[in-house]
């Protein structure tokens, strides 16, 4: 077996639906096996999605493992020399496995490498490569010198930003969201670390691999990352384990610093824990008493799936204007960017995923003027509208 494929899932079945399928996609130039975890969803995702994949091994939690220990079950099971550890709120391209084996396969001294993540607008997602939270590099990041020289090797070295995001790259550390592995990395460095429930984890195993000899790469094949879906952003949960996980990360990898050291570092960590929870609550409450942003959509597939999603369309978002196109990958390869329509009368770009590639598609959105296009996806087979904000199955 060349590569295992690994994805927690919680609570996102239709995005995980989404994402199997183009993992299915990919799968068929690389011999490959893929094992789902349920985190005790309780929302009928074992269920509803076990019937569409066979080929998919699901393992149903009763209750919820937390990311790490969740893929340290399956990676236990799992029999490829690559292992990928993927989000359910994912798309890979067609090509992404066979770029990936082909680079590892070239570079023995890779331990892991990371992707070129795109985020529904189609820009660069900069946690796509990232450096270590040395105490420096977490001052510079927390006091906000990283966002004031972002560009900087010195002081921006948390998002890396001075290397060119088209050229691979040695990196410190891989995002959890894809993280390629060689499992004889995998092996000398030891599994994901248990005592990070969620957040921390992708760092602290990119830091041991480093620490085992080998390195990391950033690997510039893009995918698509709708960046936590699974999560609620806005709660206290979630920002008191975010935060926390950089504590522990901090405490187990640099307690050897003087006190005096630690305690500027850790101030900053709970402080933007609750400047960012405060922040959070305010957002969180406009969204529910403001007015929900209206999706005026160009929507590009067969005469059938344009149909089902006008039906959906006039139902959710009737208040908005909306453009059907018939067309697919061969007919009209430049899909919304064909030079007769008006982007700038959009906010979203809705294909239907059985008549463009996705590789196809990531890359129309990729190369959309001014990146002003947000991502909406449609499949005939599986009834379900999908945007960075909603899914929305079709009623029939």
């Given at each position: 077996m060349k590569l295992s494929v690994v994805i927690v899932n919680y609570k996102v079945k239709h995005f995980l639906e989404q994402c199997l399928t183009s993992v299915a996609r990919a799968a068929r130039e690389v011999k490959t096996e893929i094992i789902v975890v349920d985190n005790a969803s309780h929302d009928g995702s074992v269920e509803y999605l076990e019937p569409h994949f066979p080929g998919v091994t699901f393992i149903a939690s009763d209750k919820n493992l937390g990311f790490a220990r969740a893929n340290n079950l399956a990676i236990r099971m799992s029999k490829g020399e690559y292992i990928l550890l993927l989000n359910p709120d994912t798309i890979v391209a067609e090509n992404t496995f066979a770029d990936f084996v082909e680079?590892?396969?070239?570079?023995?001294?890779?331990?892991?490498?990371?992707?070129?993540?795109?985020?529904?607008?189609?820009?660069?997602?900069?946690?796509?490569?990232?450096?270590?939270?040395?105490?420096?590099?977490?001052?510079?990041?927390?006091?906000?010198?990283?966002?004031?020289?972002?560009?900087?090797?010195?002081?921006?070295?948390?998002y890396m930003r001075y290397l060119d995001e088209r050229e691979v790259n040695n990196i410190e550390v891989i995002s959890g969201a894809y993280m390629f592995l060689r499992r004889e990395a995998l092996d000398k460095a030891g599994l994901l670390d248990e005592d990070f429930f969620m957040y921390g984890e992708d760092i602290d195993l990119s830091y041991r691999i480093l620490k085992s000899g080998y390195r990391n790469y950033f690997v510039p094949s893009p995918i698509l990352h709708y960046k936590g879906e699974s999560t609620e952003k806005s709660s206290y949960r979630y920002v008191h384990t975010f935060y926390q996980a950089m504590h522990l990360f901090f405490k187990k990898h640099y307690s050897h610093y003087s006190f005096l050291a630690s305690i500027p570092v850790s101030m900053a960590i709970w402080g933007r824990a609750i400047l960012a929870f405060i922040g959070n609550q305010f957002r969180h409450r406009r969204r529910i008493t403001g007015i929900k942003p209206q999706?005026?959509?160009?929507?590009?597939?067969?005469?059938?799936?344009?149909?089902?999603?006008?039906?959906?369309?006039?139902?959710?978002?009737?208040?908005?204007?909306?453009?059907?196109?018939?067309?697919?990958?061969?007919?009209?390869?430049?899909?919304?960017?064909?030079?007769?329509?008006?982007?700038?009368?959009?906010?979203?770009?809705?294909?239907?995923?059985?008549?463009?590639?996705?590789?196809?598609?990531?890359?129309?959105?990729?190369?959309?003027?001014?990146?002003?296009?947000?991502?909406?996806?449609?499949?005939?087979?599986?009834?379900?509208?999908?945007?960075?904000?909603?899914?929305?199955?079709?009623?029939?």
């Open positions: 680079f590892m396969d070239s570079h023995p001294d890779s331990g892991g490498c990371g992707a070129y993540m795109l985020r529904t607008d189609g820009t660069f997602a900069l946690e796509s490569r990232r450096g270590l939270p040395t105490p420096f590099v977490s001052f510079c990041k927390m006091s906000g010198l990283s966002s004031l020289f972002p560009k900087s090797r010195l002081f921006g070295r948390y999706l005026n959509c160009i929507v590009i597939g067969s005469k059938q799936a344009n149909k089902e999603v006008q039906e959906i369309l006039a139902v959710k978002y009737s208040k908005g204007r909306h453009l059907f196109i018939e067309g697919n990958e061969k007919l009209l390869p430049q899909g919304h960017l064909a030079g007769n329509i008006d982007l700038l009368r959009y906010n979203t770009v809705v294909y239907d995923t059985d008549s463009y590639t996705y590789n196809e598609i990531l890359h129309l959105l990729q190369t959309t003027p001014a990146n002003t296009l947000k991502l909406g996806t449609y499949s005939t087979l599986t009834k379900v509208f999908i945007t960075e904000n909603a899914t929305h199955k079709y009623p029939r």
